[in-house]
Structure formats: structure tokens, C-alpha cells
């Protein structure tokens, strides 16, 4: 209300509170009036305000009548809570906005006023922030995601464990919880939500329940996280990783276009585990059933991650296509970040509707190939809209020049053409492409926990205690859930586990996805 208010363009008052600036300032100034003197000196009076017009854009801010409006109320407030219009981008996912990205924004507000001044924007960097302050832009610094992500940041950057913050990535998945209606959580920091629940500390747990060893095969998300917390709890690890890096899927995801900071969800882990004489790491080791049971661990936990599928399943349609091919022709998101990639005019089919479709679509325009972008949802990734980056996507992809079609799925294709089929009348339409990608859903590669599985049927002399699939290896999911999956196994070994809490937490974190 007050934002209408101020704004000229809303509000179309008479009196003495609309038409000139000092007037549609007039509501404002009278609030701020009364509260101190409601709140006499019990309490500070902050002012939370945009420093831009609505018709700033990245890269040309307004703040003309703005900056008015602040020295107008400029002594008036103890403290400016400061922060801008477009909440796509003061809210903005990594991906298209950079860390502490309001201050081209907001840099003048300092100068008009006498009072303390804080701001947001995602600040993950120390440097970063103390910058800020350093150069009279802010005296405090917000930090609301990167505080999610690592609660302790404050006492790390103060006592000098720099490298010991878990650094937010930008993600949004904190945010999606408001659409989504499940509780906050967080893909660094995966106590998040379960610390009054659990008992889960984000810097504190247990000690081991015991002396035995414990095997995780797998560095991705899911098995570094795990490997992590079981280190830290004390246990013996030996971590197997069948290339020659960790990181799984996010050191493959993040070499992709704008999420180069999702690497930190792997760095991060990779760190803490370096330091920890009783985690072993061996690269380049793809165990078979055999080998892993001949290690003779106590503990078994199979990390081996997902695969994405190319026969057009997806979440609408639940059947292969049946008419899809040639092999040659066909890739999914899996072949373009090995390198595999399609020539000539391409189709994406995106029936996934989260960040990967679109993703894609610009690698491939990046190289030079003409793009469709085909999906069966009204909007171009839907789901992007839960982490407040979907409008922003639609933009990247009308800027590129890719063709969106949508409300359409993949019906079939031979190599020169594809069928498309309305997702409501079932029509049906031909369109030239010489490649398709398909960007539908994962299955698990668990062939190795159903082979050791088959193996220890009957046999008595190397049974270990426990044999585990954690993460996308036992249902494919975001990179948060993958390594909250890691990070409950380590908490829950050789525990009691309250079993109805945790079912009931289960049924909500996965329902949205």
C-alpha cells in the first residue's frame, strides 16, 4: 500500500496525499512520525525502501525520484533497510544475478543520510561484504540466504574459519518452499528445517554409534555428503569414486551455462573431507559386486547417482514414444555434458520444467544450433517459477532466438522431422529438426545395490551390517534431496530413529517434485 502510494502512476489522489512528491511522500513520513513516537526509545525505527523506480533494468537503474524521496525522510528513521523493486533480481537465482547485485542500485543512499544503511543480495563472499562497508556503500550487511545456508557465517568470518563457510549457491530452493507449501530447505546445508524436528545442529553431531567401517560407493552429492558427516562423526570411510573427480552430477551440471557457483555444493564437501585422516578417497575405482564385498565393510552405501532417459518419459507422458529414432539423433542431457553434441536444428523437449531444458537450449544456441524448445506446459519451465527465475528464463530464451513452442509434447521423430501433439486437443503438427534432446526424468543406476543384493542371498561369510542406496540411486530428485539423503544416513547410522517423524517429513519434501 504504501509503495502504491508513493508511486505516481497509482496514485491518483486529489487531496494532500497525492499528486507531488512531497504529497504522495506525505503517508509515509506520518508513519515513520508516528511510530517513534509510539515506540518512544523502547526500540529503533527502521525503514525498509526500494532505492529504484519500477522501470529500472539491470543494467540502467532509476532512482532519480527515489533518491528524493530518502532525503526527504532522510533523518527520520534509525535505520534504512534498503532494497529494490524487481524482486526477480533483489530475490535473484545465481544463475542470472551476481552476489551483492544492488549496488549500482542503492550506492547513493549513503550519501543522503546520516543514518545506518543495510542491504541485501545475496552476499557469500567476506570480501565481498567487507567492501561494501569498507567503501561507505552499507554499515550492515543482510544476509538472509547465505545465513540459511550457513548459520555460523557471522562467527566463522569473525574467527577466521573462512574456508569453513558453507557457501550459498544461489539455488532458490529456500524460496520454493513459499509456492510449494513444504517446509525451507537449503541444497548446502541440509539440517535445514530439521533443527527443532531432530535435533539436527548444522555444526554439531553425534559421535560414531560404533567402530565400524563404512563404504560408500560414489562421490557425488548424495555420497559426499555422506562421506562428510560420517567423517565428522568419526567412522572409518572409505570413499569409491569411479572417475577420476568428485562431484557426480553437480561437477557436470555446473560446467552448464550461469551455474558455475552450484560447484560450491561439491567443493565445499571435497574441503572438509581433505582434512579428515579417517575418510580414504579412491578415484578412478569402478567396483563391481564382487569388489565391493570383498572390501569387507561393515556398512554399504551405494551412491550411484541417475541417468536421465531417452525415451520420452516424462511427467506427461508416463509411456516410451514409440516412434523415436534414430539413436544417432537422439541425446539426452547426459550426452551434452559428456560432450556429445547434435548438428543442425534441434529440438528440445523439455517434460521436466525445471532449469534443465532451458539450460540446454542455450548451451546449444552458445555453439551455434538453431533451437526449438518444445514443452507441454503453458510456460516455458514452469517449475522455475517456485524459485522466482521463470520470467527470467522465458527472456534468455526469447534474447537467444530459440523457438518456443508450448502446451506441446513430443509425439514422434525420424531423424528429419517431429511430430508434436497439443496437450489439449491432441493435434498433431509437423516440424523440421535434424536432432532432438530429451529432457524428461531420471532412473537410478542401482544395477550395482541389486547385484550386491544377489549375492549376499545366502551368504553367511561376507555379510556386511547394513547394505544402503542413498540419493538419486534411490529416487532421483533435486540436488538438495540427494544430499539431504546423504546427510540423514550419516546422521541415522547405528541410532534409534523416531520412524513416524521421519515418514511424515518424507512425504512432504518429496511431493512438490
Given at each position: 500500500m504504501l509503495a502504491h502510494f508513493l508511486d505516481a502512476r497509482t496514485n491518483t489522489r486529489s487531496d494532500e496525499y497525492g499528486g507531488s512528491l512531497e504529497n504522495r511522500v506525505r503517508l509515509v513520513r506520518e508513519l515513520i512520525e508516528e511510530t517513534r513516537e509510539a515506540v518512544g526509545d523502547r526500540c529503533a525505527v527502521a525503514v525498509r525502501f526500494a532505492a529504484d523506480d519500477e522501470a529500472s533494468s539491470d543494467e540502467n537503474p532509476v532512482t532519480s525520484e527515489r533518491r528524493e524521496m530518502i532525503e526527504m525522510l532522510a533523518e527520520l528513521p534509525d535505520l534504512w533497510d534498503v532494497n529494490i523493486q524487481d524482486y526477480s533480481r533483489e530475490m535473484g537465482a545465481s544463475r542470472f544475478i551476481g552476489e551483492g547485485s544492488l549496488e549500482a542500485c542503492m550506492s547513493y543512499v549513503k550519501s543522503v543520510t546520516s543514518k545506518p544503511v543495510v542491504t541485501v543480495g545475496r552476499?557469500?563472499?567476506?570480501?565481498?561484504?567487507?567492501?561494501?562497508?569498507?567503501?561507505?556503500?552499507?554499515?550492515?550487511i543482510g544476509a538472509a540466504r547465505p545465513s540459511i545456508a550457513d548459520p555460523f557465517l557471522p562467527n566463522k568470518i569473525e574467527q577466521g574459519r573462512i574456508d569453513e563457510i558453507r557457501e550459498c549457491i544461489g539455488c532458490n530452493i529456500c524460496y520454493s518452499g513459499d509456492s510449494t507449501g513444504t517446509p525451507i530447505r537449503c541444497t548446502q546445508n541440509p539440517t535445514m528445517s530439521e533443527e527443532w524436528r531432530l535435533g539436527w545442529h548444522p555444526e554439531k553431531i553425534a559421535p560414531k554409534g560404533s567402530d565400524s567401517s563404512v563404504l560408500v560407493v560414489g562421490g557425488g552429492p548424495a555420497g559426499l555428503e555422506a562421506a562428510r558427516a560420517l567423517g565428522q562423526r568419526g567412522y572409518h570411510v572409505l570413499l569409491a569414486e569411479a572417475e577420476h573427480t568428485l562431484g557426480g552430477r553437480v561437477s557436470r551440471e555446473?560446467?552448464?551455462?550461469?551455474?558455475?557457483?552450484?560447484?560450491?555444493?561439491?567443493?565445499?564437501?571435497?574441503?572438509?573431507?581433505?582434512?579428515?585422516?579417517?575418510?580414504?578417497i579412491y578415484f578412478d575405482n569402478r567396483l563391481d559386486a564382487k569388489q565391493v564385498l570383498a572390501i569387507e565393510a561393515q556398512?554399504?552405501?551405494?551412491?550411484?547417482?541417475?541417468?536421465?532417459l531417452a525415451d520420452g518419459r516424462g511427467l506427461h507422458r508416463?509411456?516410451?514414444?514409440?516412434?523415436?529414432?534414430?539413436?544417432?539423433?537422439?541425446?539426452?542431457?547426459?550426452?551434452?555434458?559428456?560432450?556429445?553434441m547434435p548438428e543442425g536444428p534441434t529440438l528440445v523437449y523439455d517434460d521436466d520444467h525445471y532449469y534443465?531444458?532451458?539450460?540446454?537450449?542455450?548451451?546449444?544456441?552458445?555453439?551455434?544450433i538453431p533451437v526449438t524448445l518444445v514443452t507441454a506446459e503453458t510456460?516455458?519451465?514452469?517449475?522455475?517459477?517456485?524459485?522466482?527465475?521463470?520470467?527470467?528464463v522465458q527472456r534468455r530464451m526469447m534474447g537467444l532466438g530459440v523457438n518456443i513452442i508450448t502446451s506441446h509434447s513430443l509425439a514422434a521423430f525420424d531423424g528429419r522431422e517431429a511430430q508434436i501433439e497439443c496437450s489439449y486437443s491432441g493435434k498433431r503438427e509437423t516440424i523440421g529438426a535434424e536432432a532432438v534432446v530429451t529432457v524428461t526424468m531420471r532412473e537410478p543406476i542401482d544395477g550395482l545395490f541389486h547385484e550386491v543384493k544377489r549375492l549376499l542371498e545366502g551368504n553367511t561369510e561376507q555379510r556386511p551390517n547394513s547394505i544402503t542406496r542413498i540419493g538419486d540411486c534411490e529416487a532421483p530428485s533435486i540436488i538438495a534431496g540427494a544430499v539431504y539423503s546423504g546427510h540423514r544416513y550419516a546422521r541415522e547410522l547405528d541410532t534409534h530413529v523416531d520412524a513416524d517423524n521421519r515418514m511424515k517429513y518424507d512425504r512432504v519434501f518429496f511431493e512438490d517434485r
Open positions: 552476499f557469500t563472499s567476506p570480501d565481498r561484504m567487507v567492501s561494501q562497508v569498507r567503501r561507505g556503500i552499507v554499515d550492515f555446473s560446467e552448464l551455462p550461469g551455474l558455475g557457483e552450484w560447484a560450491r555444493v561439491r567443493n565445499y564437501r571435497v574441503h572438509q573431507i581433505q582434512h579428515m585422516p579417517n575418510v580414504e556398512h554399504i552405501v551405494i551412491a550411484t547417482g541417475a541417468r536421465w508416463v509411456t516410451p514414444i514409440a516412434e523415436l529414432g534414430p539413436a544417432e539423433r537422439l541425446f539426452t542431457p547426459d550426452d551434452i555434458m559428456a560432450g556429445r534443465m531444458g532451458n539450460v540446454i537450449a542455450e548451451l546449444l544456441c552458445s555453439k551455434g510456460i516455458v519451465s514452469a517449475w522455475s517459477a517456485k524459485t522466482g527465475e521463470r520470467s527470467r
